[in-house]
Every structure is written in structure tokens, then in C-alpha cells.
């Protein structure tokens, strides 16, 4: 009886010791100690003005665990600190998931961001996610759970900072047919706020969604795709009457894609009680899009777009704005390695109403060289802005710009420093001022054979401003050494950083200090 | 009985060969039909990825990642055949391997898997980001600040133009921000996160002003870079054209009648404002001045607000002054004020 046991051991052994030998568990234990000290004018500072404080980070990680013919996996991260600028509670979840999938199936539970489409769902969500079939074929994905920052959101009243809470729900049958050249997807989705998490002044809804979505190769060259969705939003469920608000958002779009050029257009309406489920969309704006790209001969890339708009589509505003945005860019490569780049851009806003009409022009122009021990850049752009409403408005701009950026090593140490130079001047034409601001960047850092890293940035910044009571200096100096102590798995690193800022008058001056030491374990 | 446990275990296992006749690893780590792995650059040795494949009876292997442009030759050992590559950028890698066989038969073979080679972990790449959008805000440089937004981003001319006028607007930016939430999807091309951002700043006349606001942020991986495709409750980045009240009035907009003055006072924006005071100025033989407080004036609408004077003014010129105390950050400063002579 026992010989039978061990035989049978032996061969579930054969089969699940090579899966378990797959079998990933990592984590990574980190604790620091972080001191702020403010000088000067405390009250301007977002950092408190004398204060030690203590931060604990970990994770967990887990995958391809066999689980039943399933590969199991899942995460959680936490924290705990007493820095309220880090995190306003003493102890939080950050991430949180698990779940189980095999060939065809999948099941999540916990933390997961699901995009279906631009016009339906679009959040990251507490909650959970059943996904059935091969997306190369079809698939039905199911889902439900709450859109919140913090898992404490879930348990805990509403909390300061919170920006909301909503239950979101939706489905997506995607499907693939005449040997993949046709794609038509369905989604539903809908999202209703949690009223407690929504402050006096905005109103709680609850949005349901269809969508279809189609995508067809027409030929080896031109693919279209489309979405057309529909929006059915009661735009405040407070106030307990139904009032259901439907509006609807159309895409069709080509891509075209031929051996030296590519063609993007998109045509996008957007109703004005259009609502998605993530808020991420636009409303009342009906878009018309066109970016192209062009591969000249001698490696001349030519880069074209318009874009233009209008909003007000409902006629429900006392304007309509619309604006228009065309601009071309070129790409080649001179003698010498040298790399030009430049481009002309214009903007151009105007409304019905006669208080919007402005125009903004934009040149630039860059240099780039690769010199082995070093890259090389530069950098020059003249803004005109045109106002014919607001005079003081109209100002032109020259922005030059100088960057290094170099790597050697010496001895077995690594060197890789950078330096910068912004300079921006602003003419401001009704005044006849001019505003002028430089700020300088420069950066070291040594990484010696036993893994040991110093590191040290630098940057001033002078702005002087036409208006003398704004002028400005700020410098910001940055220090800090890091090291492997055992193999990969134990490591330090302290750094210090001091901000200053120094305003006209004095009174304001200010400067944040932070010192931090870290210590962290990985397995 | 025993027998047939032992048949059905070794049929099992024989059919597990014989679906995977050849057995990849990628990186030291076994693949299997269908998988996607994601791999960065931290956790490569020296920078390169190791396809291996193992069949019997092989004599000789390439391997391909253009679709069969170039072949690459693979070396020989222990049996297996293995290649390192280096990844020349991030990108989505299917290889395809043409296989000789000691009867110099030749198969191409396509494995149903694929590797997302990033360069940087995705957390790290977006607090990158995050970082870059403090520096250019802070220094005021629009056109680089731009150049982290995807032309996906909605109404982008809009958003374009209001961080223009973020920057004409308002001098000494400072910003602070806390991550409050980070969410990525499967294969690490999108992610949401939830940041907490805190803005100061003075406005061109020097008047200090402070703001926050829990930002949901949308990313997308476009090519090598994270770009931010979306906002929601963004109260912060461009709030000088997108977010701030405009409040305006005109010398039409002020009537006289006996003690009192009326003013029709305009919110031109899709934002509400609220909170902001009044004044009016009757100068005739003498100055009198008086407030009147308004709490709240929704999205573009008006409010007629009425004062009534001490002294019946004659013949006066009425001045109206909005948010009088320059309680309000506008995205027009200059609309605020206008003046009507009436009649004696």
C-alpha cells in the first residue's frame, strides 16, 4: 500500500514539478527615514517646516502557480508612514489583485485597469473580471466592481482628497471574421456615482452605454474603423426624479498605409450629454483630424497634420469657438551626422460671439549631433501670439534651448553628466516689455564596479519679468549616494535635495531641505 | 487498476510532447503555446534576450524578429539552439525560427507566443512622466510640457492653447503630487492613475493663489514613450481657459433708478464662480461707495445685483467693479470694471 503511494507520488510529481519549477514569488521590503526642514518664509512651503518622518513600502508578487490546470498569480503593495504628504493615512493597501487563467479563460479578482473602447468603459476598478475565449477568435469579457482611489475607500467614510466613488459594470463580446479582416465588437457598460463621495456642488450620475465598434481591412493598404455609441445619463440622481438624458458619439476613421506614406483621418461627434463611464471623453465637440507621414528620398521624413474642431454642437452655449490647427514638420539627416529637425505650427481659436479671435504661430528648428562620447543639441522656436480682441494678450516668444548629454568610463567607473541651457525671452507688444528667463541644468553621476553610485544635480533658474513685483530665482542642488550591499538583494541609498526660491522684496524667500535614507530587500 | 492509472498519467504526458514538439525558453524562462511575457530591461543580462529552442533531430536553427528580413543564426549547445538578441527599442517581439533537420528536411515555425519587451518598468516610466510635467510646468516651458500629451488627448487644440495661457497668466508655478492609485493593463501599453496635485502661484499682478485637485490621468505607450491620452477632474493644467471663471461686465449692463444701481454681472465660462464682492462707485459733487456680495453665479448665466445708495445720485457716473477684492482667478482679469454716465 505505502510502495503503491510513493509510486503515485512519484508520478504526480513528474507532472506538476516541472509547472511548479516555473512558479515565480517575489517581494521587495523597503524602509526609509525622511527629514524636512523649510527656511525662510515656512508658510509658502508645501513641506512642513521642521519634521522626521518614517516610510515602510513592500510588495508581494506571485505567478504561474499551477492551480488546478490554471496558472495562478496576484499581487498586493502597502504602505505605512507618518508623512502625510506621501500618503494623508497612516497605512494603506496600494495594489491588491489575484486570479487564476488558463488558454481560454481568465477570472481577477482585486485591482485591474479594462479599456473596452473610447466611448464606453474606460476605469481602473476595484472589483472582478471574467474573461471567456481567444480574442484572435472571440471573447466575452464580463466585469463589475468600483472605481475609487483606495481600497480604505471601500470601507472607510469619505475621505479627504477622495475625488469619487462609482459602481461600474459592462460586458464586451469581441469577435473576428472573414479570416481576421473584419472586427465587431459590442460593448455595454454603465457607471452610477456614489452620492456620499460627491461634494454639494456636483451632481451624482448614472450612465448606461452601448457601443459597436468595427475595424476592416479593405485591402493590404487602407483599414477602416468606426464606433458609433449611445448614452442614456441621468445627469444628477440626487434630486430622485428620473430624467434620462440620451445623446450618442460617432468615430469613423481610415488609416492608410502605403510603402512611403501613412494617413490617419478621424471624424469624431461628441454629443453634449454624452458620457462614458471614465469621464475621459470630450462633449459637445465635433473634431475632423488628418496626420500624415511622408518618407522622402534621402531619408527626409515629412510630418503633416490638421486638426480642427468646433463645440457647441447643441446650440445650447451662447458661443461657438472653433479652432483649426494645421502644422508640418520635416526630418533629415545633414552631412556630418547632423540632424535637422523643423517645423512650423499655427493655432488659430475663433468664436461667434466675437470675444475669441487668436492666432498663435509657432517655428522651430533643432539641431542634434552625435559625437560618440557625447550627444549634442539645439534648439531655437519663435512663438507669435495674435489677439485681436485682447491686445494685451499678444506677445512673441524666442526660446533657445542648448543640451549635452555624455557617457565615458574611466578605471572601471562609469561617467554620465548632461548640462542644459533654456533661455526664453516674451515680448509682450501692447506694454513694449519684455520678460526674460534663463535656467541652467547640469548633472554627474559615477557608478563604480562594486555597484556603488554617487549622483549630484544642479539647476538655477533667474526670471525677470516685465513686472518687476514677479521676478523670481530659484537653484535646486541634489545629492545622493546608493550601493548593493548583498549580491542583489539588500540595498541602501541617501540622498539630499535643498529647493530655493527667492522672490522680489525678499519677504517671500524661501528654501525646502529633504534628507532621505533608504534601506530595501529584495527576494 | 494500477496499470491503468499509469496509462492514462503516461498518455498525459506523451500527449503534452507531442503538442509541444519543440520546447522555447525566453530568458532562461520555459514558454509555452499562447503565453505573453513581458520583460525589461532590468531583468536582462547585458541588455539582450536569450531565445532557446530545443527539438529533436535538429541540425541547425535561425531565428527571425522582421518577418523573415533577416536571419539570424543560432548557436549550438547541449543540444539546444539559442540566440541572444537585443532589443533595439521597446517593442512587441513574435519570432519565427526556420528549422534544419538532420535529413536536411526544412520547417519554418511560427510559436504562438509573444514577448513586450519594455525598456523601463512601467511604474518607474510614468513617474518619469509625472516628473517631467512638474519640471516643464514649473519652468514654463509649453511646447515640451505639450510634447507629453498624445494627440489622442480630447479637445487637444483646446488644451494646447489653455496651457499657453496657464503660462501668461501665472508666474512662480510650483507643484507637489502624491500617487494615489496606479493601474495598468494586461500587456502594459495603458494605464490609469490616480494623482493628487497641489499648485501654487502668483498671478501676473502678484496676487498669491493655491490649488488641488485628485487628477485621474489616462497613459498610453506610444512607441518608447507613456503619453497622458486623457484627464478626469483635471482642475489644475490649463484651469487659466478650461476651469476659471470669467467674469464680465459692461457699461450696458448698469442701470440707475432713483437710490439704486443694478448691475448685470456675466460668468463666461463653463465653470461656476461664487464667493466674490461687488463694488459700486457713484462720483458726482461727492464719491459714495457701497458692496454687495455675491455667493454664487453657475456656468454661463448672469445675476443682476442691485445696491442702493445713501444719496440719490443726480447725474452721476456709476463705476462697477467685479470680484473687487480679486478673490477670483480668471482666465480675463481685464473685463472686470466698466463705468456708465447717466443723464442728469
Redesign the interface.
Known sequence: MRT?RI??LL?LS??LL?SFS?AEVSSTQSISGIYYHVEGNKD?S?YPANEADNLYEGTFDFKNIPLKGHEAFGNIEYRSTDDK???PQGFSI??MYMGARD?VQEILIG?????FSEYSL???LKGLKLSFGNEKSSRLILLGGIDT??WENLWEERHE????RRHIWGARLENNYLNKKLALNFNYAGARDDKAFINS?NSPILVNILSVESRYDINSFVTAYSELSQSFTDEDIRDGAVKTRPDHAVKLGTDLNINDYTLSSVYSRIGNHFTTT?????QD?ETL?F?GLWFLPWNIKFTH?L???RDNLSDT??TT?R???PGGKFNLNLPLDVGLEFSADM?K?FSTDK?TN?K?Y?Y?SRLTRDFGAFFSEFGY?KEI?SDRI?S??E?SSD?ISFALDGYFTLKDVNFSWNLSE?I?HTSHKEVCEADF?T?TNAGLKLTFPSTFTIEARLSF?N?D?Y?N??D?ENNNYFLGISRQLVGDSLAFSVFYERKG?S?YGGDNNYADNIFQAKLSYTF | MHKRIFLIIFSFLLLQQMVFAAEFKVGGKEVREGDFLTLFYDELEAGKIEFTITEEGLKKAEITFDKGRQWQVMEQENGSFSYKYRPPSDEKISPQFLLTFQDNSMRTLQPDFRINYQRYKPDNAVIKLLEKMKLYYEQENASRFISLFSHQFPDWVKFRESIQNDFYNYKNIRLRYRVDRRDFDEDYTGAVWDVYWERRYDSRTGTNFSDNSLISMRMDKEGDAWLISGFSNNLIFGSSLLSSPDLKISSQDIGLAGFDVTAVIHNKSNVPAGNFRVKFTSAESFTQTGYEDVTTLGPNSQISVTHTFAVEPDAPTVTVVVDSSNAISEINENNNQASRTFPP
Open positions: 503503491k509510486k503515485l508520478v513528474l507532472i516541472p516555473l509658502r508645501f504628504l506621501i500618503d496600494e495594489r488558454q485591482d485591474f485597469y479594462q479599456s474606460s476605469n481602473a482611489s483606495r482628497d477622495s475625488a469619487s456642488s471614465s469621464g475621459f471623453s470630450a465637440l483630424n496626420y497634420y486638426y480642427s474642431d452655449k451662447a469657438t479652432q483649426l490647427n493655432r481659436r470675444e487668436g498663435t509657432t522651430s522656436t501670439i485682447y494685451a494678450n506677445r526660446i533654456d526664453d528667463s535656467t533658474s526670471n519679468y513686472l513685483d514677479t523670481s526660491y522672490y
